[in-house]
T-cell receptor, first 117, second 113 residues
Framework: AQSVTQLGSHVSVSEGALVLLRCNYSSSVPPYLFWYVQYPNQGLQLLLKYTTGATLVKGINGFEAEFKKSETSFHLTKPSAHMSDAAEYFCAVSPLTMTNTGNQFYFGTGTSLTVIP | NAGVTQTPKFQVLKTGQSMTLQCAQDMNHEYMSWYRQDPGMGLRLIHYSVGAGITDQGEVPNGYNVSRSTTEDFPLRLLSAAPSQTSVYFC????????????FGPGTRLTVL
């Protein structure tokens, strides 16, 4: 079964500082990996995703994530935080093969990012 | 494209009442799903559909029904609301059911008293 762990439910960074949000997954086969962002009172929108190929994935708004198979990780980073980055971030995985429960995205519990001016 | 739309945005129910949360998408997506979001628990899948006429249960289906008569619409029915169903509900759609990027609606905030 898939599971996703996001270390740190709350992360605070100063404006201009590095953003690092951690995500680890458990799967015997590397799944597809996603990061979604949720701004207050809005739905989720895709930041970036990894399917195959290059392990460093670039997304919108200057974010990027690196898939590390040996560490079963997919951490999200941004070199310089901006006030507008304050939001909830969710890591999600989706299995490569159809399971008997269909296509299930497994979401982490989320990390709330605060940016301090 | 309007994307994924949900109505209503907010709803307050009394225990035992029933209601339908509406979801529609105009992207001709085959796959649609319903999630609930609760503090500290992320998003959990309630029901999903891989195409018109086909639905199946997700992780937390109890107390909810769905149907999919058209590609565009995927309503979620609460049969007899309970306080435990107080949550924010999100509808999502994707081109195919298989690992594709999901597009989310703005959500419905439901309170059951």
């Amino acid at each position: 079964a898939q599971s996703v762990t996001q270390l740190g439910s709350h992360v605070s960074v100063s404006e201009g500082a590095l953003v690092l949000l951690r995500c680890n997954y458990s799967s015997s086969v590397p799944p597809y990996l996603f990061w979604y962002v949720q701004y207050p009172n809005q739905g989720l929108q895709l930041l970036l995703k990894y399917t195959t190929g290059a392990t460093l994935v670039k997304g919108i708004n200057g974010f990027e994530a690196e898939f590390k198979k040996s560490e079963t990780s997919f951490h999200l980073t941004k070199p310089s935080a901006h006030m507008s980055d304050a939001a909830e971030y969710f890591c999600a995985v989706s299995p490569l093969t159809m399971t008997n429960t269909g296509n299930q995205f497994y979401f982490g519990t989320g990390t709330s990012l605060t940016v301090i001016p | 494209n309007a994307g994924v739309t949900q109505t209503p945005k907010f709803q307050v129910l009394k225990t035992g009442q029933s209601m339908t949360l509406q979801c529609a998408q105009d992207m001709n997506h085959e796959y649609m799903s319903w999630y609930r979001q609760d503090p500290g628990m992320g998003l959990r899948l309630i029901h999903y559909s891989v195409g018109a006429g086909i639905t199946d249960q997700g992780e937390v289906p109890n107390g909810y029904n769905v149907s999919r008569s058209t590609t565009e619409d995927f309503p979620l029915r609460l049969l007899s609301a309970a306080p435990s169903q107080t949550s924010v509900y999100f509808c999502a759609s994707s081109y195919s059911y298989y690992t594709d990027t999901q597009y989310f609606g703005p959500g419905t905030r439901l309170t059951v008293l």
